[in-house]
Nanobody, 124 residues
Framework: QVQLVESGGGLVQAGDSLRLSCAASGRGSSNYIMGWFRQAPGKEREFVAAISWTGGSPTYEDSMKGRFTISRDVPLNTIYLQMNSLKPEDTAVYYC?????????????????WGQGTQVTVSS
Protein backbone atom coordinates (compact mmCIF):
# COMPACT_ATOMS: atom_id res chain seq x y z
CA GLN A 1 0.00 0.00 0.00
CA VAL A 2 1.21 3.48 -0.87
CA GLN A 3 0.53 6.50 1.28
CA LEU A 4 0.71 10.06 0.00
CA VAL A 5 0.70 13.09 2.25
CA GLU A 6 0.40 16.58 0.80
CA SER A 7 1.27 19.86 2.46
CA GLY A 8 1.82 23.48 1.56
CA GLY A 9 -1.60 24.73 0.57
CA GLY A 10 -3.02 28.00 1.80
CA LEU A 11 -4.54 31.37 1.02
CA VAL A 12 -2.51 33.69 -1.19
CA GLN A 13 -3.10 36.73 -3.35
CA ALA A 14 -3.08 36.81 -7.14
CA GLY A 15 0.49 36.97 -8.42
CA ASP A 16 1.94 35.19 -5.39
CA SER A 17 3.81 31.89 -5.38
CA LEU A 18 3.22 28.71 -3.43
CA ARG A 19 5.00 25.37 -3.20
CA LEU A 20 3.17 22.14 -2.54
CA SER A 21 4.87 19.01 -1.25
CA CYS A 22 3.84 15.36 -1.36
CA ALA A 23 5.70 12.69 0.58
CA ALA A 24 5.23 9.11 -0.54
CA SER A 25 5.74 5.99 1.53
CA GLY A 26 5.01 2.31 1.18
CA ARG A 27 6.30 -0.61 -0.79
CA GLY A 28 7.32 0.26 -4.30
CA SER A 29 6.42 3.92 -4.05
CA SER A 30 9.93 5.05 -4.91
CA ASN A 31 9.47 3.48 -8.35
CA TYR A 32 6.10 5.05 -9.07
CA ILE A 33 5.31 7.92 -11.37
CA MET A 34 3.82 10.71 -9.29
CA GLY A 35 1.74 13.68 -10.21
CA TRP A 36 -0.60 16.47 -9.24
CA PHE A 37 -4.26 16.92 -10.06
CA ARG A 38 -6.62 19.65 -8.96
CA GLN A 39 -10.35 19.99 -8.50
CA ALA A 40 -12.18 23.29 -8.35
CA PRO A 41 -15.71 23.54 -6.91
CA GLY A 42 -18.25 22.14 -9.33
CA LYS A 43 -15.60 20.91 -11.77
CA GLU A 44 -13.98 17.60 -12.55
CA ARG A 45 -10.56 16.71 -11.24
CA GLU A 46 -7.98 17.71 -13.82
CA PHE A 47 -4.38 16.83 -14.52
CA VAL A 48 -1.74 19.39 -13.57
CA ALA A 49 1.68 17.75 -13.87
CA ALA A 50 3.52 14.46 -13.43
CA ILE A 51 7.10 13.26 -13.11
CA SER A 52 8.91 9.95 -13.43
CA TRP A 53 10.34 7.99 -10.53
CA THR A 54 13.84 9.23 -11.47
CA GLY A 55 12.74 12.84 -11.40
CA GLY A 56 12.83 13.12 -15.16
CA SER A 57 10.22 13.63 -17.87
CA PRO A 58 8.24 16.42 -16.21
CA THR A 59 4.92 16.66 -18.01
CA TYR A 60 2.37 19.46 -17.75
CA GLU A 61 -1.14 20.23 -18.79
CA ASP A 62 -0.71 22.90 -21.46
CA SER A 63 -2.26 25.75 -19.50
CA MET A 64 0.11 25.13 -16.57
CA LYS A 65 3.32 25.32 -18.58
CA GLY A 66 5.54 28.23 -17.67
CA ARG A 67 3.90 28.97 -14.31
CA PHE A 68 4.07 25.57 -12.59
CA THR A 69 7.14 23.42 -12.06
CA ILE A 70 7.10 19.84 -10.81
CA SER A 71 10.20 18.31 -9.25
CA ARG A 72 11.16 15.25 -7.29
CA ASP A 73 13.60 14.58 -4.47
CA VAL A 74 14.37 10.94 -5.12
CA PRO A 75 16.09 10.12 -1.80
CA LEU A 76 13.22 11.69 0.13
CA ASN A 77 10.62 10.18 -2.21
CA THR A 78 8.88 13.53 -2.25
CA ILE A 79 7.54 15.59 -5.12
CA TYR A 80 6.95 19.31 -5.24
CA LEU A 81 4.79 21.65 -7.25
CA GLN A 82 6.12 25.19 -7.46
CA MET A 83 3.32 27.49 -8.53
CA ASN A 84 4.14 31.03 -9.61
CA SER A 85 2.03 33.95 -10.76
CA LEU A 86 -1.04 32.38 -9.21
CA LYS A 87 -4.45 33.39 -10.49
CA PRO A 88 -7.89 33.18 -8.84
CA GLU A 89 -8.77 30.44 -11.32
CA ASP A 90 -6.02 28.29 -9.79
CA THR A 91 -8.17 28.01 -6.68
CA ALA A 92 -8.81 24.31 -6.09
CA VAL A 93 -8.03 21.33 -3.94
CA TYR A 94 -4.72 19.95 -5.16
CA TYR A 95 -4.22 16.20 -4.99
CA CYS A 96 -1.04 14.18 -5.17
CA UNK A 97 -1.31 10.87 -7.02
CA UNK A 98 0.88 7.89 -7.83
CA UNK A 99 0.78 5.21 -10.49
CA UNK A 100 2.75 2.06 -11.20
CA UNK A 101 2.39 2.65 -14.94
CA UNK A 102 5.69 2.61 -16.78
CA UNK A 103 4.96 5.78 -18.73
CA UNK A 104 3.63 9.13 -17.61
CA UNK A 105 -0.09 9.43 -18.05
CA UNK A 106 -2.48 12.35 -17.71
CA UNK A 107 -5.45 10.04 -17.16
CA UNK A 108 -6.96 10.32 -13.72
CA UNK A 109 -8.22 6.73 -13.78
CA UNK A 110 -4.69 5.38 -14.23
CA UNK A 111 -3.52 6.67 -10.87
CA UNK A 112 -4.26 4.13 -8.15
CA UNK A 113 -3.08 6.07 -5.12
CA TRP A 114 -4.23 9.47 -3.92
CA GLY A 115 -3.47 11.86 -1.12
CA GLN A 116 -6.10 13.61 0.95
CA GLY A 117 -5.71 16.89 -0.92
CA THR A 118 -4.59 20.36 0.09
CA GLN A 119 -6.60 23.53 -0.46
CA VAL A 120 -5.14 26.37 -2.49
CA THR A 121 -7.12 29.60 -2.52
CA VAL A 122 -6.03 32.56 -4.61
CA SER A 123 -7.74 35.85 -3.88
CA SER A 124 -7.99 38.64 -6.45
Amino acid sequence: QVQLVESGGGLVQAGDSLRLSCAASGRGSSNYIMGWFRQAPGKEREFVAAISWTGGSPTYEDSMKGRFTISRDVPLNTIYLQMNSLKPEDTAVYYCAATSRRYITMRRDEYAYWGQGTQVTVSS
